[in-house]
């Protein structure tokens, strides 16, 4: 697999991961969460994009011999806003190729490349701080330090990994992060706290609707 810069003709090739993402969350009992049609919109989308802080996951293998990678259902659960994959151990960014859905599994898949299949599975944002919802906290930060942003994380949920991956990827070019989920967002909550994140309180988007925010 493969974590790359999403560029805007991406945007088609992604939105059945949102969809696919805001079905795993309906399905777990998460009804409000990214419920507006949708979202995140694409003017969102281009503007993280625009920032330098867009990214895809593609899952990439041999065209004759098929695949096995797999991205974590927990990470199909997305992050609001208002508002790498490693192999063997090194993080790989690509770039190109454009995307098309095909059959009734809801698989996107694209041009083969040099005998290798490109399927974007999955999406995030890596931003820098400041994050202005951030900048009231019922509670307390655990540090005042320069930070990166995770947001709109979105998969495919029979594709494992990918949000260990995500935070790996982020890790390796911020020394603090934050991330914040809905409430009723149960996997994401527990997937976060796994990957050492602290429950620092609450936070409240721009539309007044709160989150639980976490930083490690």
């Known amino acids: 697999m493969v974590i790359r810069p999403a560029v805007p003709a991406d945007l088609p090739a992604l939105r ?27 003017d969102l989308l281009l503007r993280d994009i625009s920032r330098g802080g867009g990214y895809v996951i593609e899952s990439r293998w ?27 151990g090194s993080t790989v960014i690509s770039s190109g190729g454009s995307s098309v859905s095909s059959g009734c599994s809801s698989v996107i898949s694209s041009e083969a490349e040099g ?41 495919y949920p029979d594709v494992h990994g990918v949000f260990s991956a995500i935070i790996d990827f982020a890790a390796a070019r911020y020394p603090h992060l934050r991330i914040d989920t ?14 050492g994140f602290t429950c620092c309180g609450i936070i409240w988007l721009a539309d007044g609707t709160e989150r639980l925010a976490y930083e490690r």
Do not use: C
């Open 16 to 42: 059945p991961v949102f969809e696919a993402a805001k079905a795993t969350m309906r399905a777990d009992g998460n009804l409000e969460q990214w419920s507006a049609p949708g979202f995140p919109p694409d």
């Open 62 to 88: 041999p065209v004759a011999a098929g695949h096995d990678d797999k991205i974590s259902p927990h990470a199909s659960l997305g992050r609001d806003d208002n508002p790498v994959i490693s192999s063997g």
């Open 115 to 155: 005998g290798v299949e490109k399927s974007p599975v999955a999406y995030f944002a890596l931003l820098p701080s400041p994050e202005p919802t951030y900048d009231y906290i019922d509670g307390a930060w655990l540090t005042d330090e320069p930070y990166g942003v995770i947001h709109r994380i979105a998969s």
């Open 182 to 195: 809905h409430r009723d967002n149960r996997i994401m909550q527990h997937v976060i706290a796994a990957a």
